[in-house]
């Protein structure tokens, strides 16, 4: 079984770099500026051959106020209590400072095996850090590099220990049994500040993401796995995105691309709406991406316990009507992810457009459907003043539906024609909100008479 391990330190001192090396690539945003991690971000890893579970956390900063600081600790605590063991990171650098010793106090009453690293020795000259970090009393330290990979040897070794001695072998009966299927990877998106973590925390019933009034207070995307009605899923939170005009900040530029990343990688995506501001120019701007992507849809608009219902859901269907017709019958469920209002309709509507998305039309029943549309609306003359002759029809793939249609003589058919079609399969076989594809191509029937 493998070990949980939660990575914590003051700001600034390397814990995302050591978390995006033992994943073996880059999964949290690393940057200069101090306090980039907020929330956790947990990763499946293996170091010299051991199982790892590990926990990235914000940087500590101690605070009496109910600020952002405070509900930050707050995350790191939880993972602390999660975790099997701790990895205290400081920077060897800039040597102890005070936060160094406070965190260091509040980690150990809890009683976790501690492993010390002193970050950042590059060089001979950080020794008197790696010397002076003993009076932290969380035992040796070791002289590491999270950036250079200095030290992971040492690393292992003081896992693999814990772990021997925590007996991590012992097999723990499931609470759940896991179903075969493979998970779906579901992105939750939308402007800063309309609820995506609140939601994220809803679905999970865990104050598992990092809230707040402060807009953008999300910066990464953080994935989290989860089982809903028996079905596998990784829940991932995205950071809030505003118009590219309006990031000129190097850190949000990141985050941005980080949740542009986490959504053309899902499979169904799930658009949250402020009930107040409905499918505004950037809502639409997402919208379509992830259409473009060929990812599906569900459209959340939430704080429905204080909208103005009526006004909201008429904006909203005119603004579906007129700016999204290229997925015609996309799900909307209105929510309150605060009082936890309709999450049931919310994943309902999940597994029903990713059911869709994954639809396979049997052959026969596709070809039939081919020859009756052709014969009661068949293509119009193309560029040589010629009718254009569409051979006969396969689906090509799934994840969304792509179809082939092949033709002697393409050129030519107009796109609204081809839009009739996408528009009749959506409508005989109940492909409503998902992307579709369908691509002419030139060929030459084989079934078609010799002359």
Not at 415 to 421: A, E, I, N, P, T
């Amino acid at each position: 079984m493998a070990l949980k391990i939660a990575i914590v330190g003051r700001p600034n001192v390397g814990k995302s770099t050591l978390f995006n090396r033992l994943a073996g690539r880059k999964i949290a945003i690393v940057h200069d500026r101090p306090g980039v991690t907020r929330d956790r971000k947990i990763v499946e890893a293996k170091l010299q051959g051991l199982p790892l579970v590990i926990i990235d956390t914000a940087g500590y900063e101690y605070s009496t106020e109910n600020n952002i600081e405070k509900r930050m600790w707050k995350q790191t605590q939880k993972a602390i209590a999660d975790a099997d063991a701790v990895i205290f990171m400081f920077d060897a650098r800039a040597g102890l400072q005070p936060y160094d010793a406070e965190l260091a106090n509040l980690v150990r009453p809890v009683g976790k095996p501690v492993v010390l690293l002193a970050n950042k020795c590059e060089s001979k000259l950080q020794e008197d850090s790696v010397h002076e970090a003993y009076k932290l009393g969380l035992g040796q330290p070791i002289a590491f590099s999270a950036e250079h990979g200095i030290g992971l040897l040492d690393l292992s070794e003081a896992l693999k220990e814990i772990a021997a001695k925590l007996h991590k072998s012992d097999k723990v009966p499931e609470a759940v049994q896991r179903s075969d299927e493979r998970p779906i990877q579901l992105a939750i998106v939308g402007r800063p500040n309309v609820g995506k973590s609140t939601l994220v925390n809803a679905l999970l019933n865990d104050e598992r993401m990092l809230t707040g009034p402060e807009a953008g207070v999300t910066r990464d995307a953080v994935s989290n796995e989860w089982e809903y009605m028996g079905r596998r899923i990784i829940l991932v939170d995205t950071a809030g995105l505003r118009r590219h005009a309006k990031i000129d900040d190097g850190l949000e530029k990141m985050s941005a691309a980080a949740t542009k990343h986490a959504a053309f990688m899902a499979q169904v995506v799930v658009l949250v709406l402020d009930a107040d501001g409905i499918l505004d120019k950037q809502d639409l701007t997402i919208a379509r991406q992830v259409l473009n992507e060929g990812r599906a849809l569900v459209i959340a608009l939430n704080k429905w316990d204080i909208a103005n219902r009526k006004e909201a859901l008429d904006k909203l269907n005119y603004k579906l009507r007129t700016s999204l017709t290229q997925a015609e019958g996309i799900p909307t469920v209105t929510i309150s992810a605060l009082k936890k209002e309709n999450l049931d309709k919310l994943m309902q509507a999940v597994f029903k457009i990713y059911d869709r998305w994954n639809t396979r039309i049997p052959t026969s029943p596709l070809n039939q459907w081919f020859s009756d549309i052709l014969d009661n609306n068949p293509p119009p003359l193309g560029k040589n003043k010629r009718r254009i002759k569409l051979r006969y029809i396969t689906q090509a793939k799934t994840r969304p539906p792509a179809f082939y249609i092949f033709s002697s003589n393409p050129e030519g058919l107009p796109d609204s024609y081809l839009r009739y079609l996408i528009n009749s399969l959506r409508e005989t076989f109940d492909l409503g909100g998902i992307p579709i594809r369908v691509t002419v191509r030139k060929t030459t029937n084989p079934y078609a008479e010799k002359k």
